[in-house]
């Protein structure tokens, strides 16, 4: 990790600016359906109430694990901004998803058991497309280290279309939202009540949230990348692609298991895996 | 093999009412569905011998809150049969009209909880948009969003003024464009076709087997309507909505047709009312015993009434569509996916509170 | 894979009004028939008892001896039988809900009471 000043920021702002990215996700849902909206900063009421629960967990594993999700995703996205081996960024992100699929699976409730196999199916699913990702950034940019690929200019989404459409594609998965919403989401009426936080409540659940806020933030700092060239049009991309995932949500049902893992690899392997092709065939090397 | 039971209910966030199946999962294939009902019998039909025939209808209306305009005017129905009560026609008129806005926004209602349970929130929330505009409607008229008490035996109430319909008519037809917007989609949609379509496949000769009722009996090519040769209904020119496929999104459209149809024949109703009173009076106490069938927008509801003279009934027995069709659930869960579950139990479209009185 | 015809319409709805009410700041203006709550105008009254005969929850309660009337606004269904069945036509039908009432139900019961009673004999 070259740059400790970024992995510091991220570590300090990224629940920050996940939190408000958070409550913006639900107002702009909101207004989709014609319904108001909470808050801009209720996703904070929300962790805030959770933390002030009593302890009522199903046994001591939950809460550890929990952390250790927290942590390592921190990790991931310190890494990741810091300057460090963005495949290795890959392989912490995925642990730290590992250690929260652990959490479901250490409580009896079958509802969280089949949400914790729903989660390993989309882990598995989003897997070959962020290492494909990391594959192709390196070949176009010669790095696999965030600030030497910004700083080189190199337009990865002018030689990478592909990979990044593949990404966008496996981001509506990663960030819970329709049609791939199948392990968990914000909504509690599936098949599964909650999925894979159903037996999780509380401080638990509270550690949760903050996660998937320095989840989101390191995913967007993905999408960043790809349009680092130029930092004014790598903002406007990111909320463009957050704005459309939004959109997404609100206009797909979601779909069964076998179609999301299906249709992923298909378009990994055509899009993502087509555009590498074709760069080592036109590029030579 | 290794099998887990997931308890799917009586509480669950996607089940309307509390109705309890217990799965036996083999990873996430369902090999068998052990039913438990009884969960919010209230026993209200134990009420009937307790309560004057006439008051009796507010509880039977309450019987259910979207069923409920039906329930009281089956219930009434079949009083003034044993009465051989002749009931003014606008009052007939009137019943049609309230009827058939039930049945609009049962099916509007259905829609949103359908589109809730294959993850489609978005579209459960137009749904139910357009659901609020019917609402209103029912307050206007008879100052009730869900329980009316706008029904009696002998006729109705209070009477509905002739403008009134006819703005409520052109209010329902002005609505047509958003209702087609939205019902496109649970037809055409790629997702929510990948959900519905080839689910729960009942062909027509299990669908006879198994007595199921309504929209699940019409979708399997059944045309089977008990509104067609109900004297109600005479005069007024509509098609029962009837499928081949058998599947939930064949159970979908014909919700869909049903609710364009009730329009029009909300339509031609309020064209043509007549003026000759909204209630019969009552000389005398039900002796005797008759039955009655209303169609329900889940399906044949029978309602059979006994009195012996007194102003208080001997029997009153309601067969609900609910009841008729969860045995089919039972049967088309078994192999089915977990995910398909809460869209397999709601295509019948339950209402358990009507189911269990 | 055809285009959702949700997704210009979820785009349009953005720059729409919700279609919600933030209720308890916003109030409807209820419909004329709406079925709210019941009054009395004591003045009229009889106290016959008729409405506390037919009344399906037993909300009224008459003493006519005291000449009292009260309705318990948390039993009211609003059903409006009392209104059809006064014979003296004295109860209004309100299209305003009653007021939402603290665990204590304070004020949930509305009482009137007729003119003083005529003064009864003395005891002996």
Known sequence: MEKLMPALAYALLAPLAGGLLAGADRIVSARMQRRVGPPLLQPFYDVAKLFSKGDVEVNSLQYPLALCHLLFMALAGALFFGGGDILLVIFVFTVAALFLVAAAFSSASPYSFVGAERELIIILAAEPALLIAAAAIYKVSGSLNFHAVAASGAPLIKQLPGVFLCLFYVLTMKLRKSPFDLSYSHHAHQEIVKGITTDLGGRTLALIEITHWYENILLLGLVYLFFAFSAPLALAAVALTYFLEVLADNTNARVRWQLALSSTWTITLLLAGGNLLALYALGGN | MKTTIVPLGPQHPVLPEPLSFDLVLDNERVIDAVPSIGFIHRGLELLAPKRDFEEYVMIAERVCGICSFMHGMGYSSAVESVLALPVPRRARQLRVILAELSRVHSHLLWLGLAADAFGFENLFMQTW????????????????????????????????????????????????????????????????????????????????????????????????????????????????????????????????????????????AAGAMAADGIAAKIASAPNGEAFYRAEQPRGEAIYYVRGNGTRMLERFRLRTPTFANVPAVVKLLKGTELADVPTIILTIDPCISCMER | MAISPLIPAALANLFKKPATRLY???????????????????????????????????????????????????????????????????????????????SDRAGSVEKKTGPAAPPTAPAK
């Open chain 2, 129 to 268: 948009r357009l659901r609020e505009e019917v609402l209103d409607m029912f307050e206007e008229t008879t100052g009730g969003r869900v329980i009316f008490n706008i029904v009696k035996v002998g006729g109705m109430r209070k009477d509905i003024e002739d403008a009134t319909l006819s703005r409520i008519s052109s209010r329902l037809t002005a609505m047509k464009p958003q209702l087609k917007e939205i019902t496109d989609i649970f037809l055409n949609d790629y997702t929510v076709k990948h959900r519905l379509s080839g689910l729960a496949v009942l062909p027509e000769a299990e669908a006879r087997e198994l007595g199921v009722v309504g929209p699940m009996l019409r979708a399997s090519g059944v045309v089977s309507d008990q509104r067609l040769g109900n004297p109600m209904y005479e005069g007024l020119r509509w098609e029962a909505a009837v499928e081949k496929d058998g599947d939930c999104h064949a159970r979908c459209r014909v919700r869909v047709k049903e609710i364009f149809q009730s329009i029009d024949i909300i339509a031609q």
């Open chain 3, 24 to 102: 308890p700041h916003e109030v409807r203006e209820p419909f004329a028939r709406t079925r709210g709550s019941i009054t009395m105008r004591e003045a009229e009254c009889i106290f016959c008892g008729i409405c506390q005969n037919k009344c399906p929850s037993k909300a009224i309660t008459v003493v006519r001896a005291e000449k009292t009337w009260q309705v318990d606004q948390l039993r009211c269904l609003a059903c409006m039988r009392c209104v059809e069945v006064c014979p003296k036509k004295c109860i209004e039908a309100r299209s305003a809900r009653p007021a939402p009432y603290g």
